[in-house]
């Protein structure tokens, strides 16, 4: 090889080490910056095994999005002065924008009103015109309501009460599901009894009450997840109250709650799609920051399933998500 090409290939090695070193140090080929959004998710109960699914679908849209996602659950149940507190908080301490469900839809509403809070707010399960909040994110629960009570009248014989148990009747948006369960029962004449939790024994003694003093049935629909729940731990701890329930319905879906459905224990749920709910406010957060977003109100579409429905494969996604 002579010179002049040793030296043209050592100019080509060179020129190769050159864009290299360059690209590597952003010097031409710079990348760009992505702005990360920091959001909070303030719920209103302290658990957060109700909204696994829920939070599967913040993170992907978080991955998405590039949002730094802060999901916080309340100390005290249903505690609405707290829900505020947080929410001054997140915002005090630099949240783009806050994504909550309200523990009571109207008052804290009114309340956030006063704060008048400068980032953008997703509302989830209420609605409100209010000039800060840039999305709702709901299912209608007067219909969830009367899916319930629907199946409950079906399944239920004759004479035969049912019992509504809740956390309580502004939690979880129960009076609209409240409201579409008495629309049935009422209309089909099926005496109705509410028990909202007051102690940790209220749903025992309304179960043992089929029992004890006398010999009765009762249906019982348990208004949201946690009430379910405890419902399902109460019956399957003796075979004698098993004996008395003329059918178990409620709100809300778990892997606990879809086991115990599979095993017969529970009749039937209603569910919604948590996981879009969760990607849905990420993304809408987002896009509020950046003032692309339109104020909208978005509706999830509820499902009355049994045991054979768990296992369809066109409910499979919206059951058992994956991240």
Known sequence: MSIREKLLWGLFAGFLALLFLASSTNLIIKEKKREIYPISIIIEDENDEYYVNFKKGADKAAEEFYADVNFITLYSQGSKSQQLELIQREVRDGAKAVIFAP???NETIMEMEALKPSCPVILLGAVSSSDFVAESIITDTYEIGRKLGEAAAAGTPEGIPVYLFSEGISYRRNTGIYAGICSVLEREGIPVSLYEKKTEDTYR???????????????????????????????????VY??????LYGAGCTTSILNEVDKGIIDGIVVYNQ???????????????????QKLQIELESY???????????YEKMLYPIE
């Not at 009450?209 to 949201?224: C, E, F, H, K, L």
């Not at 098993?242 to 059918?247: I, N, S, V």
């Not at 009355?304 to 066109?314: A, C, F, H, N, Q």
């Open 304 to 314: 009355y399933l049994e045991k054979d429905d768990i296992r369809d494969k066109k």
């Open 103 to 105: 523990v009571d839809s």
């Open 275 to 293: 996981f879009d709910e969760g990607y849905l406010s990420v993304k809408s957060a987002v896009e509020a920051i950046r003032g692309s977003r």
């Open 205 to 239: 003694e309304a179960i043992e009450s089929t029992v004890y003093p006398g010999d009765s049935r009762a249906a019982i629909i348990a208004m949201d997840a946690q009430a379910l729940d405890e419902a399902v731990k109460i019956i399957e701890g003796s075979t």
């Open 242 to 247: 098993q004996e008395h329930l003329a059918g």
